[in-house]
């Protein structure tokens, strides 16, 4: 198996002479991986979910997505990668409030041309409402605003738009904290078949443990982040 | 362009506040084009009072002076000019044409001119349009008068009408000439000049009705008929002004020196394109600074805009933070904010010119009738598109500030808004 993520020596400050907020040896996330990543605020999860997206690189050594090394790509190109390789889902706020929830899903589209490309022959709507329809939204949704769904819903939407395409990795930061345990369940079951029948490698971060035998491997962040273990002392 | 598509959905989806910013700007840029439209209607309508005529010759003064008098009939001559001095002067071998005009009575508020039949034909108005008659013809006889458009119909006269002349110019006359009635004879019709609001007769009744008042005064006691003054030579002795047209454009100067220089008496001669030009340029501050005023108006409209982009910005870090995750750029978040500006700017535009063609079609044609200025309802000229396109470049400068906030902040907040 490919490994989607390696990290190595991975040193991270806001500023210039801060101390680091980051500092990871090694990582890797095999392909097809499910992996439960154990942050508790102020372990610096943001950071870490910020660099695999590329919207910072480390101060110090190496993280390669998919074979690629991000801190050698420019800033405009590292946003194309992440349009391309990468669907994300956040912890809440996931819309865009003033387009349908469709409109949502195929925002993906919008910044990649690969993705685009990839449901084509599907067709794009028809492979965003099978979507939809999946992960347990009725169709009727679709052409609503996504103001008008409720939170849970809106999560979906979410999977369903880092989903479309069938991006190589997929970030969920916290995507359950909102719902109740019934439904947070339901949705990671959903995620996760979802994530398998699209190929996806799935990272999802919480810092709930009671969520962690849902998935294949577990890791906390606390344990590898060596600045977080520093701060702590 | 699907930036440029968002924006306009998220405008879309806080339409009041940018409908209520569209309507601004749109008003603003009405302003800004109606103080540019009327501004150069109204120009074009002064400058084109007179044409045709190469000189205009009055007693020694100022050559604003002169024009106001002799054509715009406001205020009054210093100096009159002798008849033997018009004589000699229209002999000079350039002079292909004379039309000469004595003022200084009045009916009802309105100037009587004292002309001659070519009035008519030479006296020319917007480069080459010439004096119609809407009704009737042009004075025959001593006694018969013809009424400007806007006289004839404040008045309510029709031909045939008995109509009594007043001495001086002045609205309220106190010594009328109520011996010697006139009769209208010809209506004009509207020129949009000073020629509406005259009463023109021949120089021989303005000579007629003064018989007798060779003291400056009608002499008392002696109550002078029609048919007496009739009887009496009728030559005038003077006249106030007089219009010349010249058989080469080359000898204007020449002729115009001189008159200048004429011995007899103190005269002088102007080119009325030229002074109506100088005349212009003396008002002209108030027009410039009125379409200042606008532009400032424009630029309250764009602070308008300013505010509500700025105030936008706060509750759409989320927004902004969700693009950037499926792959949105920080350039295209400055982009996104841009195009919003621009589509607010341009909505305003089209709003403006909307509005601007509806007032002009609304009040041209009062306009016209009451104040005599020519309205164009025309497409928009390269001057007013310069002002629209100056207009734009000012609504997306203005959006330049939110924009580059939004790209800093989209920056530095990556995935993770911290609020």
Same mark, same amino acid.
């Given at each position: 198996m490919a490994a989607i993520?390696?990290?190595?020596?991975?040193?991270?400050?806001?500023?210039?002479?801060?101390?680091?907020?980051?500092?990871?040896?090694?990582l890797t996330v095999q392909q097809g991986e499910r992996l439960f990543l154990k942050g508790p605020s102020g372990s610096g999860k943001s950071t870490l979910l910020n660099l695999l997206s590329g919207v910072i690189v480390p101060r110090s050594g190496s993280i390669a997505v998919l074979g690629q090394e991000l801190s050698a790509l420019s800033g405009a190109r590292r946003d194309r990668f992440r349009a391309d390789h990468v669907g994300y889902i956040f912890q809440l706020f996931n819309l865009v409030p003033y387009l349908t929830v469709i409109d949502n899903v195929l925002l993906s589209h919008r910044f990649s041309r690969r993705r685009r490309e990839r449901v084509e022959q599907k067709g794009a709507r028809a492979e965003a409402e099978r979507l939809i329809g999946h992960l347990g939204l009725g169709s009727e949704l679709a052409y609503r605003k996504a103001t008008e769904l409720s939170v849970g819903q809106q999560q979906r939407v979410a999977a369903a738009r880092a989903l479309i395409g069938s991006p190589e990795l997929v970030?969920?930061?916290?995507?359950?904290?909102?719902?109740?345990?019934?439904?947070?369940?339901?949705?990671?079951?959903?995620l996760n078949a979802e994530?398998?029948?699209?190929?996806?490698?799935?990272?999802?971060?919480?810092?709930?443990?009671?969520?962690?035998?849902?998935?294949?491997?577990r890791l906390s962040l606390s344990d590898i982040n060596r600045a977080a273990a520093v701060r702590e002392n | 362009m699907f930036m440029t598509g968002l924006a306009i959905r998220s405008l879309w989806n806080r339409r009041l506040a940018a409908s209520l910013t569209v309507v601004a700007i749109g008003l603003s840029v009405a302003l800004l084009l109606g103080v540019e439209r009327i501004r150069t209607d109204a120009r074009t309508g002064f400058t084109d009072t007179i044409s045709g005529t190469d000189l205009i010759v009055g007693g020694r003064s100022g050559g604003v002076q002169l024009l106001l008098y002799s054509v715009f009939h406001i205020g009054n001559a210093t100096n009159n000019i002798g008849w033997q001095s018009y004589q000699e002067i229209i002999r000079h071998p350039h002079v292909l044409w004379a039309v000469p005009l004595s003022l200084g009575d009045s009916h009802r508020g309105f100037r009587v001119v004292g002309t001659t039949k070519d009035f008519f034909t030479r006296y020319h108005y917007a480069q080459d349009r010439s004096i119609a008659f809407a009704e009737g013809q042009s004075f025959d006889g001593v006694f018969d008068a013809v009424l400007g458009a806007e006289v004839a119909e404040k008045l309510h006269y029709r031909l045939g009408q008995r109509i009594v002349l007043a001495h001086g110019a002045g609205d309220v006359s106190f010594i009328e000439h109520n011996n010697m009635p006139f009769t209208v004879v010809g209506v004009l019709a509207p020129t949009g000049t000073p020629v509406d609001r005259s009463v023109l007769v021949g120089l021989e009744g303005i000579e007629a009705i003064h018989v007798g008042w060779e003291g400056g005064a009608p002499?008392?006691?002696?109550?002078?008929?029609?048919e007496f003054a009739l009887k009496t030579d009728l030559t005038p002795k003077t006249i106030t002004a007089f219009m010349l047209g010249l058989d080469s454009k080359v000898a204007i100067f020449r002729v115009q020196r001189d008159i200048n220089n004429y011995a007899g008496e103190p005269l002088l001669a102007i080119l009325p394109g030229a002074t109506l030009q100088e005349l212009w340029d003396l008002v002209g501050v108030a027009e410039r600074a009125l379409l200042a005023i606008s532009m400032l108006v424009v630029l309250v409209g764009m602070a308008g805009m300013l505010t509500v982009l700025l105030a936008g910005l706060e509750a759409r870090r989320r927004e902004m933070a969700v693009l950037r995750a499926v792959g949105a750029s920080p350039r295209q978040m400055l982009v996104l904010v841009i195009g919003e500006a621009g589509a607010l700017t341009a909505g305003g535009m089209l709003l403006g010119v909307v509005l601007l063609y509806g007032v002009i079609l609304a009040i041209r044609s009062y306009l016209q009738t009451h104040w005599g200025l020519h309205l164009s309802a025309g497409p928009l000229?390269?001057?007013?598109?310069? #002002? *629209?396109? %100056?207009?734009?470049?000012?609504? #997306? *400068?203005? %959006?330049l500030l939110p924009a580059w906030l939004a790209y800093h902040r989209s920056l530095a907040d990556g995935l993770t808004v911290r609020l």
């Amino acid at each position: 198996m490919a490994a989607i993520v390696e990290m190595r020596g991975v040193q991270f400050s806001w500023s210039y002479k801060g101390s680091d907020v980051l500092a990871i040896d090694e990582l890797t996330v095999q392909q097809g991986e499910r992996l439960f990543l154990k942050g508790p605020s102020g372990s610096g999860k943001s950071t870490l979910l910020n660099l695999l997206s590329g919207v910072i690189v480390p101060r110090s050594g190496s993280i390669a997505v998919l074979g690629q090394e991000l801190s050698a790509l420019s800033g405009a190109r590292r946003d194309r990668f992440r349009a391309d390789h990468v669907g994300y889902i956040f912890q809440l706020f996931n819309l865009v409030p003033y387009l349908t929830v469709i409109d949502n899903v195929l925002l993906s589209h919008r910044f990649s041309r690969r993705r685009r490309e990839r449901v084509e022959q599907k067709g794009a709507r028809a492979e965003a409402e099978r979507l939809i329809g999946h992960l347990g939204l009725g169709s009727e949704l679709a052409y609503r605003k996504a103001t008008e769904l409720s939170v849970g819903q809106q999560q979906r939407v979410a999977a369903a738009r880092a989903l479309i395409g069938s991006p190589e990795l997929v970030i969920a930061d916290e995507p359950t904290s909102a719902l109740d345990a019934d439904t947070r369940q339901a949705f990671i079951q959903l995620l996760n078949a979802e994530c398998q029948a699209c190929g996806s490698t799935l990272i999802f971060v919480s810092h709930d443990s009671s969520l962690e035998p849902l998935f294949d491997r577990r890791l906390s962040l606390s344990d590898i982040n060596r600045a977080a273990a520093v701060r702590e002392n | 362009m699907f930036m440029t598509g968002l924006a306009i959905r998220s405008l879309w989806n806080r339409r009041l506040a940018a409908s209520l910013t569209v309507v601004a700007i749109g008003l603003s840029v009405a302003l800004l084009l109606g103080v540019e439209r009327i501004r150069t209607d109204a120009r074009t309508g002064f400058t084109d009072t007179i044409s045709g005529t190469d000189l205009i010759v009055g007693g020694r003064s100022g050559g604003v002076q002169l024009l106001l008098y002799s054509v715009f009939h406001i205020g009054n001559a210093t100096n009159n000019i002798g008849w033997q001095s018009y004589q000699e002067i229209i002999r000079h071998p350039h002079v292909l044409w004379a039309v000469p005009l004595s003022l200084g009575d009045s009916h009802r508020g309105f100037r009587v001119v004292g002309t001659t039949k070519d009035f008519f034909t030479r006296y020319h108005y917007a480069q080459d349009r010439s004096i119609a008659f809407a009704e009737g013809q042009s004075f025959d006889g001593v006694f018969d008068a013809v009424l400007g458009a806007e006289v004839a119909e404040k008045l309510h006269y029709r031909l045939g009408q008995r109509i009594v002349l007043a001495h001086g110019a002045g609205d309220v006359s106190f010594i009328e000439h109520n011996n010697m009635p006139f009769t209208v004879v010809g209506v004009l019709a509207p020129t949009g000049t000073p020629v509406d609001r005259s009463v023109l007769v021949g120089l021989e009744g303005i000579e007629a009705i003064h018989v007798g008042w060779e003291g400056g005064a009608p002499m008392p006691g002696i109550e002078i008929t029609p048919e007496f003054a009739l009887k009496t030579d009728l030559t005038p002795k003077t006249i106030t002004a007089f219009m010349l047209g010249l058989d080469s454009k080359v000898a204007i100067f020449r002729v115009q020196r001189d008159i200048n220089n004429y011995a007899g008496e103190p005269l002088l001669a102007i080119l009325p394109g030229a002074t109506l030009q100088e005349l212009w340029d003396l008002v002209g501050v108030a027009e410039r600074a009125l379409l200042a005023i606008s532009m400032l108006v424009v630029l309250v409209g764009m602070a308008g805009m300013l505010t509500v982009l700025l105030a936008g910005l706060e509750a759409r870090r989320r927004e902004m933070a969700v693009l950037r995750a499926v792959g949105a750029s920080p350039r295209q978040m400055l982009v996104l904010v841009i195009g919003e500006a621009g589509a607010l700017t341009a909505g305003g535009m089209l709003l403006g010119v909307v509005l601007l063609y509806g007032v002009i079609l609304a009040i041209r044609s009062y306009l016209q009738t009451h104040w005599g200025l020519h309205l164009s309802a025309g497409p928009l000229v390269s001057r007013e598109l310069a #002002l *629209l396109s %100056g207009v734009f470049a000012v609504g #997306l *400068l203005a %959006g330049l500030l939110p924009a580059w906030l939004a790209y800093h902040r989209s920056l530095a907040d990556g995935l993770t808004v911290r609020l």
